[in-house]
């Protein structure tokens, strides 16, 4: 087999694909060909303003050879760096690999990357040019325009400066209580979820929620994932995490703070997950634990996951999703034609991170994240630092996500409160108490969640999954510096 990779217009798109008698996987305007030698020599549509060749090869491959791989920044390429690439589209790479190695590799499992036959007729992702003209919500307008970059920035610093936050450590209660602190201040009705993360150990979710005075209203989720990891060096190793995630959940609370000074018709929720790195733990657990009428009511979930870099101009952000995603995907992408200068790419193949559950149980959801024409080498090393993230191009994701909320949630005229400003202690990067005022307020929200387990089960309203999560919760009240073993 033969390969070859052309750059096709728009118009020449549709009329050369459904005659080219060959297979193919197309990535936005860039498609991969592959047939035998023959057939994909009769493809020739001849170089022009329509139809480029970006690159072809010139030697045969065993059809089961071809490859696709979706990865998490450069996950596969670090773990496999001999392994021979064909097309770099930086999230999704297509690789030569004979078929028994790809096998086993795939049967390892991994969190950070799949590989899979290459296929045909596929279509990885789609592309919205930026500018496309759209009708602007005033009051969607009104919020885009409010997202503050300093806000943002104070909180990406203070996440970034932690040694790491990686799920079972120490360093991540502390982000957690952290967050839980700024969304409190916000006036949210806040909680910490305990969540198990395998056999590595206890973590948390956390959740914000602000609820409408509507009599049945929907509710709209806004997640990202809190923690970060650094496989390079290890769980003792440092893990910044800027782009990977604390870019997401800056971007959380950056929303949160503009939700909290409007009513909506709906529900608004917030949650910064735990777990994410070692498998969407945190995710799954949260979707496990809705009831089907919680799962019903679910209007959208948007979803962020590295939000803080542009890989390769022009500036784009990949909203990705599946067939069940599409009205909110089609929101996203007027949004960011509404308000933004970025460029929109759309996948309806997702993968590795906290929309998956969600659209695992029929719920729509959509990941936001930076475009994936390139991607981001540093991400899970000590090297995702603060420089490399454009928190201009974080904020363009903001406005396009905010404004989306303003019109899925249903925002009101009236603005009903001011949270606290960008220039509160909270956002300038530094801890609002000492660490043991920080472990004492963590062990009374743990304190609690055990005397409501308690509770329950006096009222035989106890699962048997539910005696595993107490036992976490203890485990982690026996982590904490200076606090006794629970009763």
């Known amino acids: 087999m033969r390969w070859k990779i052309l750059k096709v217009a728009s118009r020449a798109l549709g009329k050369l ?19 035998p ?38 996950s596969f390429q670090r773990e496999h760096p001999d392994v021979r690439v064909l097309f770099d589209k930086g999230r999704y790479i297509v690789v030569d690999l004979e078929r028994d190695k790809a096998e ?23 592309i919205r040019p930026a500018g496309a003209p759209v009708r602007k919500q005033p009051r969607a307008s009104a919020m885009a325009n409010a997202v503050s970059s300093p806000a943002f920035s104070g909180d990406l610093e203070h996440l970034v400066s932690l040694q790491t936050r990686l799920s079972t ?18 006036g949210y009705a806040i909680g910490m979820r305990p969540i198990a993360v395998g056999n590595l150990g206890p973590s948390v979710n956390v959740v914000a929620t602000k609820a409408s005075t509507a009599a049945s209203p929907g509710e709209v989720i806004i997640t990202a994932h809190l923690d970060s990891i650094n496989h390079e060096d290890g769980p003792a190793g440092p893990a910044p995490g800027a782009d990977d995630n604390a870019s997401g959940s800056a971007g959380v609370l950056e929303l949160a703070r503009l939700v909290a000074m409007r009513e909506f018709e709906h529900d608004v929720t917030f949650v910064l997950f735990g777990g994410e790195e070692q498998g969407l733990f945190g995710s799954r657990q949260y979707v496990a634990s809705l009831a089907a009428d919680e799962r019903a009511r679910i209007r959208g979930v948007i979803n962020m996951d590295m939000v803080g870099r542009i890989n390769a101009p022009p500036a784009t952000v ?12 089609d929101r996203l992408a007027d949004a960011a034609a509404a308000h933004t200068s970025l460029a929109v790419q759309i996948s309806l193949n997702p993968f590795a991170s906290d929309h998956v559950p969600f659209i695992e149980a029929g719920i729509p959801a959509v990941l936001t994240i930076e475009g994936g024409d390139s991607a981001n080498d540093a991400v899970h090393t000590a090297r995702d630092t603060l420089d490399r993230v454009d928190p201009a191009f974080a904020v363009e994701i903001l406005k396009m996500n905010i404004a989306t909320i303003a019109e899925l949630a249903g925002v009101r005229e009236t603005v009903v409160l001011t949270p606290l400003s960008c220039c509160s202690p909270f956002t300038s990067g530094t801890l609002p108490s000492p660490a043991g005022d920080i472990n004492r307020t963590l062990a009374a929200h743990l304190n609690q969640l055990i005397a ?36």
């Not at 086993?104 to 789609?126: K, N, Q, T, W, Y």
């Not at 209660?173 to 969304?183: D, F, K, P, S, Y």
């Open 17 to 35: 694909l459904d005659e080219a008698d060959a297979r193919w996987v197309r990535f936005g305007d860039e498609v991969f060909f592959y047939a």
């Open 37 to 74: 030698g023959a057939k994909l020599k009769a493809l020739r549509p001849g170089d022009g303003e329509d139809v480029t060749t970006v690159r072809q090869g010139d030697d045969d491959l065993p059809l089961g050879n071809f490859h696709l791989v979706a990865q998490m920044g450069r």
């Open 104 to 126: 086993a590799i795939r049967a390892e499992g991994h969190s950070c990357f799949v590989i899979e036959p290459l296929g045909d007729r596929r279509v990885m992702f789609d």
């Open 169 to 186: 450590s120490t360093d991540f209660l502390g982000a957690a209580n952290w967050a839980l602190t700024r969304l409190s201040g916000f």
């Open 318 to 329: 990949m909203l990705e999703g599946a067939p069940v995603s599409q009205d909110l995907i």
């Open 452 to 487: 409501q387990y308690r509770r329950l089960e006096g009222e035989r309203r106890l699962q048997a999954e539910d005696y595993q999560s107490w036992q976490d919760v203890r485990q982690m009240l026996e982590s904490l510096p200076g606090q006794g073993r629970p009763a």
